[in-house]
């Protein structure tokens, strides 16, 4: 994407930064500039400059948005706090704060765990692509816990298979609106994308739509609000956001797919993930603790 400006005598002296910032209004931050002008997408009369150079009256300011912009390539280092929670020689195990998104993304490289983990200089598996070094799995930006990450490509080929495959047994606690009936059960939904939002999936019972499956078990019911654990067998997006909105139990803070204002953040959290270690074949599994605010939530109801 290129983009073309005439300095008039309103923007003599300025940096060439600071300008651009200005007249950049897609661009998120300063520092992203500077690294679009480090990198050598800005021209100024056709040469490339650097950014503390001052503008001139009549100077032809020539800026090129490569497509990959917004990835990693691009994403700086950033001294991030990070809860590691397990660190071994083939990968580590993050436990991810809710509001955190995992790696770079259109309109979004700052801030994410691919940021502090470049921070760190911890090695990370290139199996994937330049926008996710080492993310075998995702979590939502507002989803909380236990985040596997690989730190070479033979344990990344091995753990994305065994996703592949379902046998990574993952558990998550969610707090969900009103009191669930069944102390457990199952929901056996296909999901697609969402026929008119292209950020939400939905139910779909047509060719669009894909097998999820998930388990749940009712651990406390509190006064229209129920802790339950859930067990997705799937991996699909949104699918226990999605899932829990089709019994009527929308997970409590979900701005999509329940109502915002029911908790102050989105109430799930990947509490445990198991899997066959990628270095020893040996079955391992790893357990957080509930965040406590979803306790206190059904203990104070």
Known sequence: MAQYY??????????????????????PSR???QKLIDNGHVKVNERIVKVGYKLRIGDDVNVEIPEDFFSSRYAAPENIPLNIFYDDESFLIINKESGMTVHPGANCIEGTVVNALLYKEIELSKIEDEMRPGIVHRLDKDTSGLLLIAKDNIAHAKLAKQ?????????????????VAFDEGKIDEPLGPHPRDHEKRAIRRDDRGKESLTYYKVLKRSKGVSLVALFPHTGRTHQLRVH??????PI????????????????????????QH???????EFSSVPPKEFLECVANK
């Open 6 to 27: 005439k300095v008039d005598e309103e923007s003599l002296g300025k940096r060439l930064d600071v300008f651009l910032t200005e007249m950049l209004t897609d661009i």
């Open 278 to 284: 990628p270095r020893t074949g040996r079955q391992v």
């Open 244 to 249: 829990m909105a089709y019994l009527k139990h």
């Open 31 to 33: 520092s992203l500039i």
């Open 163 to 179: 996703f592949e495959r379902h046998s990574i047994r993952k558990t998550y606690i969610a707090l969900v609106e009103g009191e």
């Open 252 to 275: 409590l803070g979900d701005e999509k797919y329940g109502h915002k204002n029911t908790f102050p953040r989105l109430a799930l959290h990947a509490q445990a993930i198991g899997f």
